[in-house]
């Protein structure tokens, strides 16, 4: 699998990577082991959990997994933070931050965060000592590089100009944010900054939630996301009559180019510009491997301003 580096950072990552979101829920550590085992062997190195999967479990499977069988050397691992509350502060305080990574490392059983995503952004916390979080974490040795989840356009730039001001390490590298011809919001205001400031976007959801692989283009399976309680309204939300006209063009592409529709929905999303990985989730090993399968897939320009055109936005 090939490789990118994050915005303008030193920062390599496969250019597919693994979330873990289901982990410790629907996925348990044998689960969990064959798929980080498929992802490894494919050459993917990129990893992203967050201490609100399963308040902590998916953390705690991930450990597992590099206690007993991969080894932690060979992985990226990008850790996202929430926004607890407590006695040492809510959101971006400094306290909770620092409480929340030394957390998510005990429950990794790791030295340290390769990327470090901060969550949200907290109007309520001086900025400055959000970033003097940061400037902690890196300068102790537990997060290289931090980066930012979910962020609007003038937040990312207002960050990344308030970190070069007073000298802030590494802030930021990065954004996470959903990212797939369903969902196309980000090229509006987001990535023009991202692009000026530098920082790569790491592309969660990139099959539209599952919906872009067409597994719903004749109803419901009754193994699927959109029949769990848990995700069905998370599926639901890119399941509509646009929705359904861009699932018609991806299964036509794959048609024509003899591949999968999800080849043809990564592939879209993958080689979009800013973009250094697309994160995707996977029920089983054998889903996970059709995805890292994709990675030799490259869209025709045909195609692929086919696929722009049906699925823009106004």
């Given at each position: 699998?090939?490789?990118?580096?994050?915005?303008?950072?030193?920062?390599?990552?496969?250019?597919?990577?693994?979330?873990?979101?289901?982990?410790?829920?629907?996925?348990?550590?044998?689960?969990?082991?064959?798929?980080?085992?498929?992802?490894?062997?494919?050459?993917?190195?990129?990893?992203?959990?967050?201490?609100?999967?399963?308040?902590?479990?998916?953390?705690?499977?991930?450990?597992?997994?590099?206690?007993?069988?991969?080894?932690?050397?060979?992985?990226?691992?990008?850790?996202?933070?929430?926004?607890?509350?407590?006695?040492?502060?809510?959101?971006?305080?400094?306290?909770?931050?620092?409480?929340?990574?030394?957390?998510?490392?005990?429950?990794?059983?790791?030295?340290?965060?390769?990327?470090?995503?901060?969550?949200?952004?907290?109007?309520?916390?001086?900025?400055?000592?959000?970033?003097?979080?940061?400037?902690?974490?890196?300068?102790?040795?537990?997060?290289?590089?931090?980066?930012?989840?979910?962020?609007?356009?003038?937040?990312?730039?207002?960050?990344?100009?308030?970190?070069?001001?007073?000298?802030?390490?590494?802030?930021?590298?990065?954004?996470?944010?959903?990212?797939?011809?369903?969902?196309?919001?980000?090229?509006?205001?987001?990535?023009?900054?991202?692009?000026?400031?530098?920082?790569g976007l790491l592309a969660w959801a990139p099959l539209g939630r599952g919906v872009l692989t067409g597994k719903y283009a004749g109803g419901t399976p009754a193994d699927s996301r959109a029949a769990s309680a848990a995700l069905a309204s998370y599926v639901e939300a890119r399941r509509n009559e646009r929705s359904a006209r861009i699932v018609q063009a991806v299964l036509t592409a794959?048609?024509?180019?003899?591949?999968?529709?999800?080849?043809?929905?990564?592939?879209?999303?993958?080689?979009?510009?800013?973009?250094?990985?697309?994160?995707?989730?996977?029920?089983?090993?054998?889903?996970?491997?059709?995805?890292?399968?994709?990675?030799?897939?490259?869209?025709?320009?045909?195609?692929?301003?086919?696929?722009?055109?049906?699925?823009?936005?106004?």
């Amino acid at each position: 699998m090939r490789r990118r580096r994050v915005g303008t950072s030193g920062l390599e990552v496969s250019q597919i990577g693994i979330g873990t979101m289901t982990w410790g829920a629907d996925t348990d550590v044998e689960g969990a082991t064959a798929q980080l085992t498929t992802f490894v062997d494919a050459g993917g190195t990129l990893v992203e959990t967050a201490d609100g999967y399963g308040d902590g479990a998916a953390q705690e499977v991930l450990g597992e997994v590099l206690a007993t069988t991969v080894p932690r050397e060979d992985l990226v691992i990008a850790g996202r933070g929430t926004l607890p509350g407590g006695p040492l502060g809510d959101g971006a305080a400094r306290g909770a931050l620092l409480a929340g990574l030394d957390a998510t490392l005990k429950r990794l059983g790791v030295d340290h965060l390769d990327l470090w995503q901060l969550p949200g952004f907290d109007a309520t916390v001086p900025l400055d000592e959000t970033l003097s979080a940061v400037q902690v974490a890196v300068l102790a040795g537990k997060a290289r590089y931090a980066g930012l989840v979910a962020p609007q356009g003038w937040q990312l730039a207002t960050v990344a100009e308030r970190a070069r001001v007073v000298g802030n390490i590494t802030v930021p590298i990065s954004a996470q944010v959903e990212y797939s011809l369903l969902a196309r919001d980000v090229e509006k205001e987001l990535l023009p900054a991202a692009t000026h400031h530098g920082v790569g976007l790491l592309a969660w959801a990139p099959l539209g939630r599952g919906v872009l692989t067409g597994k719903y283009a004749g109803g419901t399976p009754a193994d699927s996301r959109a029949a769990s309680a848990a995700l069905a309204s998370y599926v639901e939300a890119r399941r509509n009559e646009r929705s359904a006209r861009i699932v018609q063009a991806v299964l036509t592409a794959a048609d024509g180019l003899g591949t999968s529709p999800l080849s043809v929905a990564l592939a879209w999303v993958r080689d979009r510009p800013g973009v250094a990985a697309a994160v995707v989730g996977a029920r089983d090993s054998a889903q996970l491997a059709a995805s890292t399968a994709a990675d030799s897939v490259v869209l025709p320009a045909e195609i692929r301003a086919a696929l722009d055109d049906v699925s823009a936005t106004t």
